[in-house]
């Protein structure tokens, strides 16, 4: 079982898989292979278990709480779109889904065969006048002769490699694709169920609700807060002590959420002008006036004036960035996307 900050990531992906299944009516091989793949990773109970007794040692009371919380959400969250459409979920047929990988490379072999096909054919009639088997025409001399059996022998020889190569990769999916004849949902369901269970076990009801100890958030923000772990992870992972001091996932999670955290995020000395572009990036995720709100209480946290952050959080996509911020901006866009 992986960490929390690993497994939260993983469900909130399982959720949009869930969701795009229903929305398109349709799942790739990739989502469904994500979907089974996660099933038999997590499908130790003990081990999940496990890393909720590691939190309670690990984490305080207030952050444990907000943990709990989302991971609550998440599986309420996907247990209600199963719930609200388990015949679909129920019904669907691995080996159609598998199918669509095992399809991959059928345009390209049929494709390639013609002119394997066409080059063969070439490449016997000139063999056939290089080895004088059959007369070659006047106009053709014999190093004339040779050249275009040569070269029809090279292509013939590409193409057969070419053909080899995709019938290698055509093999390899199908031996993938027999991987995944398994309809992971209704085992999904019982697993997320029995989650469900156990992190009710560890969210108490004087921890249900957390209240903030930091600036207050618009009443209309959902109890999850503005951002996902995901991206939160991803930021981490580029400017945890980088950008800011270091500080763990979980409390960088809680900071960005305007949610309790005893950590303090504190700006590495000469960095304030890309966290405030990185400020920028994250309170464009933001709708309507809470994004105004969010952007005021994280310039306060880090002590950035209105005016400074007006003048500068352009400065990494503007004509003369340095090259840091060249490089910062285009990382943060790949995030963002």
């Given at each position: ?20 299944f ?27 278990e ?40 129920d019904?669907?047929?691995?080996e ?14 049929e494709?390639?065969?013609p ?5 063969g054919?070439?490449f ?43 019938y ?16 992971p ?15 009710e ?9 957390v209240?903030p ?10 109890s ?64 309507g ?49």
């Amino acid at each position: 079982m992986s960490q929390i900050t690993e497994f939260l990531p993983q469900l909130q992906q399982l959720r949009t898989v869930y969701t795009d299944f229903i929305e398109l009516d349709e799942m790739d091989f990739d989502a469904f292979r994500k979907t089974v793949d996660f099933y038999y990773t997590h499908r130790d109970v003990g081990q999940f278990e496990k890393m909720m007794l590691d939190m309670l040692f690990e984490k305080d009371k207030q952050t444990l709480a907000i943990v709990l919380s989302s991971l609550k959400n998440e599986l309420d969250k996907i247990l209600d779109i199963y719930y609200e459409s388990d015949a679909i979920f129920d019904g669907a047929e691995p080996e159609c889904i598998s199918n669509n990988i095992e399809m991959n490379h059928h345009s390209e072999i049929e494709e390639l065969i013609p002119k394997l096909n066409s080059c063969g054919a070439e490449f016997c009639e000139y063999a056939a006048m290089v080895n004088q088997d059959v007369d070659r025409p006047e106009d053709l001399s014999d190093d004339d002769a040779w050249d275009k059996y040569e070269s029809a022998l090279a292509q013939h020889q590409s193409i057969t490699e070419q053909l080899y190569g995709i019938y290698q990769k055509h093999k390899e999916c199908g031996a993938i694709a027999k991987r995944y004849h398994f309809n992971p949902f209704p085992s999904l369901c019982d697993l997320l169920e029995t989650f469900q269970e156990i992190v009710e076990k560890y969210l108490p009801t004087e921890i249900k609700t957390v209240t903030p100890t930091v600036a207050p958030v618009a009443p209309t923000v959902a109890s999850t807060g503005y951002f996902d772990m995901g991206l939160v992870s991803a930021i981490h992972k580029l400017c945890n002590g980088e950008q800011f001091e270091a500080i763990s996932e979980l409390d960088l999670y809680a900071t960005l959420n305007n949610q309790a955290t005893s950590s303090v995020l504190k700006i590495k000395s000469g960095e304030k002008t890309r966290m405030c572009y990185l400020i920028h990036c994250l309170s464009e995720k933001i709708k309507g006036a809470d994004k105004a709100v969010w952007r005021g209480d994280m310039l306060r946290k880090l002590e950035i004036s209105e005016s400074y952050y007006g003048s500068k959080y352009r400065e990494p996509v503007s004509d003369i960035p340095s090259q840091k911020s060249v490089l910062f901006a285009k990382e943060l866009k790949s995030i963002f996307g």
